[in-house]
Nanobody
Framework: VQLQACGGGLVMAGGSLRLSCAAS????????MGWFRQAPGKEREFVASISWSGASTFYADSGKGRFTIARDNAKNTVYLQMISLKPEDTAVYYC?????????????????WGQGTLVTVSS
């Protein structure tokens, strides 16, 4: 599975962005997906995950109520809709595929990673 993330950019606090992650390969529709982020000088942290069917989603506390993960298996794409963005959301955002039907909060369980897309939220 190859992953290509896009949709990042510069936005003012309170604004919105939608990240997309396009996947190639036959295993996408059978794979759990996750979004992670890494701010400068910090460790990579979990943002959201979604099971292969989309029936199960999970969010880090930092994004609950503001972030929504979704997927379109027909388009081999997973999305992260972000609203009410805060300066502390500034980071490089990565999408990842687990390679199995489950999604995880631990980044070490993900086999495939996109290149990342930068989100900058100004105050």
């Amino acid at each position: 599975v190859q992953l290509q993330a896009c949709g990042g950019g510069l936005v003012m606090a309170g604004g919105s962005l939608r990240l997309s992650c396009a996947a190639s390969g036959r295993t996408f529709s059978n794979s759990g997906m996750g979004w992670f982020r890494q701010a400068p000088g910090k460790e990579r942290e979990f943002v959201a995950s979604i099971s292969w069917s989309g029936a199960s989603t999970f969010y880090a506390d930092s994004g609950k109520g503001r972030f929504t993960i979704a997927r379109d298996n027909a388009k081999n794409t997973v999305y992260l809709q972000m609203i009410s963005l805060k300066p502390e959301d500034t980071a490089v955002y990565y999408c990842a595929a687990s390679g199995d039907s489950y999604s995880y909060t631990d980044h070490t369980w993900y086999k495939y990673w996109g290149q990342g897309t930068l989100v900058t939220v100004s105050s």
